[in-house]
Every structure is written in structure tokens, then in C-alpha cells.
């Protein structure tokens, strides 16, 4: 059996850090994605879903993706249910992400500084939280200067 989903959109607000009772992260989001046809009338029409992150990755979400960023997301589908506080079941439809890729730069982040889209740190330095260990440096950064690579160490 296979649950797999796979997303590409842009935030429609602010990630919502909370921590469980027992001090786990977790965040939520909905993702605005455009649908692949347009509608009846030719307009382009958009699914918004609901998603949740988990522990460390919870926290980095939620320091630096806000309202409009592009993300990636790679999880599954959950659905849960729930009684509201009128007494009534409430079915919920989630995407919990195993993993969400940053695909844009914030505009904030000038060219060469902010997150990759595998979530690394770039070369200069910003706050993190005096819990979370350092970043390694973005692998990525100087992609526009030419790379020596013998014949030999190529695989085919």
C-alpha cells in the first residue's frame, strides 16, 4: 500500500508553532495549489490544504516560511476526526510532511544569504535559537563558479 503526497504552493499565512504537552514541536499551514486545468469559465482554480509538521523541522518552518513563500511538501494524507465543542464529528483532511523544502528566498534574504530549498544555511550568519546546533554551510552557494572534475571520478 502506498500513501504519498507530493506538493508544490504558496503559504496562504504565517506557519502556527505550537508544542504538545510533552514539549514536541508542531506547525501547521495551509498551501494554496493551483489545480493543472482551469475551471469551466477558464479560471484558474486553487486547492487549499491543510498541513502539519513535527518536531525539529516544526521549529525551522516556522522561523522562516511566511504568507506567500513557495514550498514544497513530501508527506501523507491523514485524516482524523474529532468532536468539536458543539458536541458534533468534525473529519479533518491533512497533509502531515515528512519533509518541506523552501523554495523561494524570504524578502528579507538578500541574493547569497537565507535557506536553499534542502533547508541549509548559507554562508552568513543568522540568529537561531540557543537550542537549535548550527547549520551546516548551503553546499550550493558558489554554484555559478566552475566545478574541476577529472574523467575519473565520474560514475559512467
Same mark, same amino acid.
Request: aromatic letters at 8%.
Given at each position: ?8 504552493? #504558496?503559504?496562504?499565512?504565517? =506557519?502556527?508553532? #505550537? ?13 494554496? %495549489?493551483?489545480?493543472m486545468r482551469s475551471g469551466p469559465n477558464g479560471e ?6 491543510? @498541513?502539519? %509538521? ?18 514544497? %511538501? ?6 482524523? *476526526? ?9 473529519? %479533518?483532511?491533512?497533509? @502531515? ?9 524570504? =524578502? ?7 535557506? /536553499? ?12 535559537? *540557543?537550542?537549535? =546546533? ?9 554554484? /555559478? ?12
Open positions: 500500500m502506498l500513501n504519498r503526497v507530493i506538493l508544490i504552493g #504558496r503559504l496562504t499565512a504565517d =506557519p502556527e508553532l #505550537r508544542y504538545t504537552n510533552n514539549g514536541t514541536a508542531v506547525a501547521s499551514f495551509t498551501l494554496a %495549489v493551483d489545480r484558474r482554480q486553487t486547492d487549499f490544504i491543510n @498541513v502539519v %509538521v513535527w518536531q525539529k523541522q516544526a521549529e525551522i518552518v516556522a522561523q522562516y516560511l511566511q504568507k506567500g513563500r513557495l514550498a514544497a %511538501v513530501d508527506g501523507r494524507l491523514q485524516i482524523r *476526526s474529532y468532536d468539536n465543542r458543539d458536541g458534533q464529528r468534525v473529519r %479533518v483532511a491533512e497533509v @502531515v510532511a515528512e519533509t518541506v523544502r523552501f523554495l523561494d528566498r524570504g =524578502p528579507d534574504q538578500a541574493q547569497g544569504s537565507g535557506y /536553499s530549498a534542502a533547508g541549509a544555511q548559507t554562508r552568513q550568519q543568522r540568529p537561531t535559537p *540557543s537550542s537549535a =546546533p548550527p547549520f551546516e554551510d548551503d553546499p550550493f552557494a558558489d554554484d /555559478s563558479q566552475l566545478i574541476d572534475i577529472s574523467e575519473d571520478d565520474l560514475p559512467f
